[in-house]
């Protein structure tokens, strides 16, 4: 399969909007990282995302609609989910609530589960292509599972080429992490993924995966990953913070806003050197730095 890589723009969007709706997954700029979008009311369409990614299918997707309205048809909202999404849709935080049966959503989408994965997105790319196709949008992350999440188009095209015909080109993401999951099932709020938006809920989950993401080991490059390094040991490429110099520096300054929106880029940059092994210097736990090392933590997981 040829993958084109348009840009975005009105005919790039047609195009994409024409390949969704014939039952293709084509990959499109957030404001968090690049998604591979699909019908998420068309069971083969999602089936595609799962096969294109060699996603397991025991984790489920986000769904991206255009509002707030949109997301009451496939999912049940309480006052506390209403809420967060009065607060902060659209942006980059998925809600899971409980799903509606009567929602037509695509039963693999959810991967079983009785909840649904909801997001109203910010970013015009995405918003146009749910305006063009009519559709809610399965649109995990547009990369092989497990891999480094994409922020770039040529991040995509690296990850994706020839298993999906096309990539919305729209630049490079604004957030450059995955958003943040709460959960809101009638319990009481919970934190199931960190992300850019810091929620004051408790931290956690069941045994079971109930959002993307939580896979132990995810977010990985292909080679092995050392956290909290000072410097770098031989045959390592460092990835710097702050006064940690490194190969490359995610902020320099200590920024962790910036720290978050390079992290994957120089994942990427480290995948791609020469050298065998990748090691990151101590990022605080502090505010996005608690996502930042919650994705480094996975990403230096032993791989099942």
């Not at 506390?80 to 695509?106: F, K, M, Y």
Request: glycine share 10%; hydrophobic share 45%; proline share 9%.
């Amino acid at each position: 399969m040829e993958t084109r890589l348009l840009p975005f723009d009105p005919d790039g969007i047609a195009e994409a909007a024409r390949l969704i709706l014939a039952g293709e997954p084509v990959a499109v700029p957030t404001e968090t990282v690049y998604g591979l979008a699909a019908d998420a009311t068309n069971a083969e369409a999602v089936a595609r995302i799962y096969e294109a990614k060699g996603r397991p299918s025991f984790n489920p997707l986000i769904v991206h609609v255009p509002s707030l309205e949109a997301a009451k048809l496939l999912g049940e909202f309480d006052e506390d989910a209403l809420a967060l999404a009065n607060r902060h849709w659209p942006g980059p935080l998925t809600l899971v609530v409980p799903l509606r049966t009567d929602g037509g959503i695509a039963s693999i989408l959810t991967a079983g589960l009785r909840t649904i994965a909801l997001r109203v997105p910010e970013h015009a790319a995405m918003q146009a292509l749910l305006q063009a196709t009519g559709r809610p949008l399965a649109a995990p992350s547009a990369n092989a599972s497990g891999s480094i999440s994409p922020t770039r188009a040529e991040h995509v095209v690296r990850s994706l080429g020839g298993r999906i015909p096309l990539v919305i080109d729209g630049g490079p993401t604004k957030r450059g992490i995955e958003s943040t999951i709460v959960a809101a099932t009638g319990d009481g709020l919970r934190l199931l993924r960190r992300g850019p938006l810091e929620i004051d809920a408790p931290f956690g989950s069941g045994s079971s995966i109930e959002a993307p993401g939580q896979l132990a080991s995810h977010y990985a490059p292909s080679k092995p990953l050392r956290l909290n390094a000072t410097s770098a040991e031989e045959g390592e490429y460092l990835i710097g913070f702050g006064p940690v110099a490194g190969d490359a520096n995610l902020s320099p300054s200590g920024d962790l806003t910036e720290a978050a929106s390079r992290l994957f880029d120089l994942l990427h940059l480290a995948d791609a050197s020469a050298a065998p092994r990748i090691a990151v210097a101590p990022v605080p736990e502090e505010r996005l730095g608690a996502a930042i090392n919650d994705r480094l933590s996975r990403a230096a997981a032993d791989r099942p």
